[in-house]
């Protein structure tokens, strides 16, 4: 049995001689006659043919052969490229017509080039006219999107004056990294007039502008930079349980710069500032920025984290388009070490210290960062004033700011507090993830005390679910809960507690960095 393909065509009749060992027949004839015919056709009517040259030459006459410009931006603005285009199109009296153009994949061309193709001998897999392809890119959270144009032509008409534009998106895949409008007009200053127009639109109608963004990559394909949106988290006072003077201190330096930005400068004084918090794993530093955030309705966030932090002057070109700003870089540490522990080439610190430099003193942009290793932060980013301006220490929470975190994550829910003390005493170096996992913990133990009705935690419920946290058997749950080491809070902390991710905690004070 004959297994797999081994010619194209139709399979031979049993018995029979494979097609093209067949004598010639009478119907090949008519099928020899056929294509000849078809291809006389074709090549009688080749003028007449539709081409993307023939229409740019009927669109814009003798000035189809003057001079192309062209503008580019970053892949990742392409959404925003189609909002200014969209934008500039709909404004005066402007007609479009809008020509889409296929086999435009792994071909580097222009105008010119499609122009200069008029009178070439036919490219069956070249460019040429058809539907126009688009892509949906996010323009918003909650999975908003705006179609965008991938390879067309728009055909514009402004009362004399003609203009074509080429519009093209990045394809990382063929080495194009950019989006590209180019333009072609019958009056020599309308092309670039027009683009000037395009760009200037893009950035009012940037859709960037006030949304929180995070920067990422494609696991799969060409690296190409990615932003996400993300709803802007609203989190009340109450839900950071944080002590006045380090509440004050972390606010007069993100928010109140920004409230006050207008009497500031009149007075002379900088906006740009840089906020470190630090301090060991679980104490709520994510959770302070997240509660910032939600303080500067407007401001556009960029946030950089994990394998998005080699992304910073990405970052930072979109906060200085887009003040005022604010730029997180969580675990700084990763791309800040000091550089005498590791001598060689750092260039992600050196672009990160480059661009704290670089921004004007007027600019309104935040750099918030985070670590949990302060100690091995390089010291020109630690210690040079006009980079960080304030450093505040996130510590584990006291026995007033575990009793506050207590009341803040039992919400509605029924406990008896009479052995609450103890609880609070045998809490002493918790995190607030660790007194989170206990309520819920302890309202288990009452679920399955009782049959049915609402839960009433008491305090045997309560006591049960500490002993088992306690239980060496946990010493590994502990660890992940940010309870591993024990020991005292020292001090007196304060806890930021409440709203995922990294509900944590912080000082009653803010102190510099350690030497």
């Known amino acids: 049995m004959q297994r797999g393909w081994t010619a194209y065509g139709p399979a031979p009749v049993d018995g029979a001689a494979p097609v093209d060992d067949r004598p010639l027949e009478l119907a090949d004839l008519g099928k020899l006659a056929r294509r000849g015919v078809k291809a006389v056709t074709r090549a009688a009517r080749a003028d007449d043919r539709v081409t993307l040259a023939s229409l740019l030459a009927g669109h814009l006459g003798e000035a189809a052969h003057g001079d192309v410009v062209e503008e580019t931006w970053p892949g990742y603005e392409h959404v925003n ?7 500039w199109l709909a404004a005066g009296d402007r007609g479009t017509d809008l020509v889409g153009i296929v086999n435009f994949r792994h071909r580097p061309f222009g105008l010119a080039e499609l122009l200069a193709a008029d009178g070439q001998p036919d490219d ?9 392809a688009t892509v949906n890119l996010p323009c918003g959270p909650d999975g908003e999107t705006r179609p965008c144009l991938r390879c067309a032509i728009h055909l514009v008409a402004d009362g004399a004056v003609r203009t074509a534009l080429l519009v093209r998106a990045a394809e990382p895949e063929t080495g194009i990294n950019h989006v590209s409008v180019q333009a072609l007009s019958t009056d020599p200053t309308a092309a670039r007039s027009a683009l000037r127009a395009i760009r200037a639109a893009a950035d009012r109608e940037n859709v960037f502008r006030g949304q929180v963004l995070s920067f990422g990559q494609e696991v799969f394909g060409h690296g190409q930079t990615l932003l996400q949106f993300h709803r802007r988290p609203r989190l009340e006072s109450g839900q950071l349980v944080l002590d006045a003077g380090t509440m004050g201190e972390i606010e007069r330096q993100v928010v109140d710069v920004a409230r006050h930005k207008v009497r500031l400068l009149a007075a002379g004084q900088h906006l740009k500032r840089g906020l470190l918090l630090y301090g060991p794993p679980g104490v709520g530093k994510t959770h302070t920025v997240r509660y910032l955030i939600g303080r500067l309705p ?18 930072c070109s979109v906060a200085r388009t887009l003040q005022p700003a604010m730029i997180v870089v969580e675990d700084v540490d990763l791309i800040a070490e000091d550089r005498g522990m590791h001598p060689g080439q750092h260039p992600l610190l050196f672009q990160l210290l480059n661009e704290m430099d670089g921004l004007a003193e007027d600019a309104d942009v935040v750099f918030l960062l985070t670590t949990n290793r302060a100690d091995l932060l390089e ?4 210690a040079r004033p006009g980079r960080v301006d304030q450093a505040v220490e996130l510590t584990l929470p006291d026995r007033d700011a575990r009793r506050a975190l207590f009341d803040l994550y039992r919400g509605g829910l029924a406990i008896d507090t009479s052995g609450l003390d103890e609880v ?8 607030a993830s660790f007194l989170k996992e206990l309520i819920r913990r302890a309202a288990l133990f009452a679920a399955e005390r009782t049959a049915e009705g609402a839960l009433a935690v008491s305090a045997g419920d309560l006591t ?3 002993d088992e946290l306690l239980d060496t058997r946990n010493a590994m749950t502990r660890t992940l809960l940010g309870a591993g080491g024990g020991g005292g809070s020292g001090g007196g902390g304060a806890a930021a507690g409440l709203a995922p991710p990294s509900p944590g905690l912080a000082p009653p004070g803010s102190a510099p960095l350690p030497p």
Request: proline residues 8%; glycine residues 14%.
């Open 81 to 87: 490229v189609q909002a200014g285009l969209d934008a």
């Open 124 to 132: 069956p897999f070249g460019p040429r006219p058809g539907n126009a």
């Open 298 to 315: 407007g401001t556009t966030v960029v946030q950089l984290t994990g394998g998005a932090l080699h992304l910073i002057a990405e970052a």
């Open 379 to 382: 010291p020109a980013l630690a």
């Open 424 to 431: 609070l005493d045998r809490t002493d170096g918790v995190t």
């Open 464 to 466: 049960a679910a500490l």
